[in-house]
């Protein structure tokens, strides 16, 4: 069965605590909202019970942040790309955030399995003091189970319109990047910490949250295949490749609790699912 699942996700401000309210269509879900930084910033979890897609399914996510909302949203558990026999698999997200607006997406890692052929797209609109912080981690294959990523391909789509775009398409039979010195090294996993400004950064901020990424990088197992730069003066990036996730997510999340304290002088707020 193939399926199409579309999920509506507004963030309100209701007497000063910022709640979520959502309509879906087939198997996506939100699950109950979670306060464990007070009514200002309200954490969500998102779920797709099929737990994975395959060739020809669709995932269409939209998502709203009113004026002065924080919300963070995370998954329980991977995506997955399953196997298909010819039809592309989808994930299309499409986050508005409105004046002086918040928004945190920390989905846990995609698994791109053998033989799958999958595009993820992100489309994000910002509203000139809005800010946006993202979380992509992007595993190919199985290495533990010794499942690799031999065949198929994965298309990666992060796009904030007239200010920055990332397309790229991880082909696995492309020895030269999948293998090479310029390209992935034989590593398994990418992955990718972003912060986007609806307004120019100032030269000082942006700087001194890229010398505060390095400073986590250097000291890191994976300072020799991650880095840090800003490709436009509203958008901050830091890739890490890795051999597995785990190490990948270590680094990333040690970097987004240290953006989140600089920017946003909140302290580390791990949602409560990560622990479980």
Not at 204 to 223: C, G, K, N, S, Y
Request: charged fraction near 20%; aromatic fraction near 6%.
């Amino acid at each position: 069965m193939v399926w199409h699942a579309q999920l509506q996700l507004d963030y309100r401000l209701e007497r000063q605590r910022t709640v979520a309210r959502h309509q879906h269509q087939g198997p996506l879900r939100i699950l109950q909202s979670l306060y464990p930084e007070g009514d200002t910033v309200c954490h969500n979890v998102l779920v797709h019970p099929p737990g994975g897609l395959v060739g020809g399914d669709t995932l269409d996510l939209q998502i709203t942040a009113a004026e002065g909302t924080h919300g963070l949203i995370t998954t329980p558990g991977a995506t997955r790309f399953y196997r298909s026999s010819g039809a592309r698999a989808t994930q299309r997200t499409q986050i508005r955030l409105k004046a002086q607006a918040r928004l945190e997406w920390l989905p846990l890692e995609t698994i791109c399995h053998n033989e799958c052929l999958a595009e993820n797209r992100l489309t994000l609109s910002l509203a000139p003091d809005a800010e946006f912080m993202g979380l992509d981690i992007t595993a190919l294959g199985l290495p533990h189970a010794q499942l690799p990523f031999k065949l198929g391909s994965f298309q990666q789509h992060i796009e904030v319109p007239g200010v920055w775009l990332e397309r790229g398409r991880i082909d696995a039979t492309d020895r030269t990047l999948m293998q090479g010195r310029c390209g992935l090294q034989g590593m398994a996993c990418v992955g990718t910490l972003f912060f986007v400004a609806g307004i120019a950064l100032s030269r000082t901020r942006r700087q001194t949250a890229l010398e505060l990424a390095r400073a986590l990088i250097d000291a890191h197992p994976l300072r020799l295949t991650a880095g840090a730069t800003s490709p436009t003066d509203q958008v901050l990036v830091v890739r890490a490749i890795a051999p597995v996730v785990e190490s990948n997510t270590d680094l990333l999340r040690k970097i987004w609790h240290g953006w989140r304290q600089y920017f946003w002088q909140l302290n580390a707020a791990s949602p409560r699912i990560w622990a479980t």
